[in-house]
T-cell receptor, first 110, second 115 residues
Framework: RKEVEQDPGPFNVPEGATVAFNCTYS??????FFWYRQDCRKEPKLLMS???SGNEDGRFTAQLNRASQYISLLIRDSKLSDSATYLC???????????FGTGTSLTVIP | DTGVSQNPRHKITKRGQNVTFRCDPI?????LYWYRQTLGQGPEFLTY????????KSRLLSDRFSAERPKGSFSTLEIQRTEQGDSAMYLC?????????????FGPGTRLLVL
């Protein structure tokens, strides 16, 4: 079983729409959670860390559900510039491996 | 530019040749990671260093791959006797532990094509 699983999509949404991605992780001992954004042929860039209480950064909201072992990313009022692949990342413990999902592809359509 | 840098950005080589990539992390970061990424997949962990010590290697890493970080600053990743299956993007990331949370920052990657 993979450490991190994501729906690869693609998700094609109109501008202004709200879209949500989920990601499940297999190891209940996982401690840290992140969402990264990756543009085509570029490196991953940190979008946001995910905290137990949930956190928001502008149009982006991240949630963690430890009981069900999933994290989510909600994007409100989608912009064309949000088109990218969104990678879910899980870290078991400080100093251990970071596990990446395969990514979810988002295209925002005018 | 104080981010992670990688050289070269692109490398084309023939099967059987050796290649070496370099990563310069963010200066105050003591941890450095190497990943490999192929099309449609997320980055796959290869190995990581804390300062100059190599603390973990992926079981997927064959003996043809070796990495060093001799002075705890820059790192090199060498692939010997390259195979076509080695063609991928090789990403380096550095991190620092801050208030209990370790966050990785990636370099632009080295794109390898083995002919």
């Amino acid at each position: 079983r993979k450490e991190v699983e994501q729906d690869p999509g693609p998700f094609n949404v109109p501008e202004g729409a709200t879209v949500a991605f989920n990601c499940t992780y297999s190891n209940s001992a996982s401690q840290s959670f992140f969402w990264y954004r990756q543009d085509c042929r570029k490196e991953p860039k940190l979008l946001m860390s995910v905290y137990s209480s949930g956190n928001e950064d502008g149009r982006f909201t991240a949630q963690l559900n430890r009981a069900s072992q999933y994290i989510s990313l909600l994007i409100r009022d989608s912009k064309l510039s949000d088109s990218a692949t969104y990678l879910c990342v899980v870290n078991k413990n400080f100093g251990n491996q970071f596990y990446f999902g395969t990514g979810t592809s988002l295209t925002v359509i005018p | 530019d104080t981010g992670v840098s990688q050289n070269p950005r692109h490398k084309i080589t023939k099967r059987g040749q050796n290649v070496t990539f370099r990563c310069d992390p963010i200066s105050e970061h003591n941890r450095l990671y190497w990943y490999r990424q192929t099309l449609g997949q997320g980055p796959e962990f290869l190995t990581y260093f804390q300062n100059e010590a190599q603390l973990e290697k992926s079981r997927l890493l064959s003996d043809r791959f070796s990495a060093e970080r001799p002075k705890g600053s820059f790192s090199t990743l060498e692939i010997q006797r390259t195979e076509q299956g080695d063609s991928a993007m090789y990403l380096c990331a550095s991190s620092k532990l801050l208030t209990g949370l370790e966050t990785q920052y990636f370099g632009p990657g080295t794109r390898l094509l083995v002919l």
